[in-house]
């Protein structure tokens, strides 16, 4: 699992390490990612980020086996959880909390013990 702020430019950058790492359709990412948050659909996702409060911090997890699976789903590829994990560390997150270094050092140091 992935924690991140979910915040509306949190999630447009998940969405461009997506669509940059894999080849996949856009729309397909847009609804998989929703699905990995535990959305039931993507506009559900943005309407909850419409609603949400500039304050408001909200930390959520993202299940990465979710959202490759719905990707394959939707988009008919074979796309492994390891494939979400790799895009999600190439994300450049601007909204994030001091768990993040962590988190980056944990996937770092998990990537040399392969």
Known sequence: MT?????????AALRRSLIETLPARPLHVD???AAGIGYPS???LMASLRTQGN????TVAVDEGAL?????????LDVDAGDVVNAFGEADLPDVGPWT???KLRR???ANEN
Request: a positive charge; glycine letters at 6%; zero cysteines.
């Open 3 to 11: 924690y991140f702020r979910l915040t509306r430019r949190n999630v």
């Open 31 to 33: 609804e998989a990612l």
């Open 42 to 44: 993507h506009s559900a």
């Open 55 to 58: 304050s408001d911090r909200v």
């Open 68 to 76: 490759a699976e719905r990707l394959g789903t939707l988009s008919g």
């Open 101 to 103: 270094e962590l988190a």
């Open 108 to 110: 770092r140091e998990a």
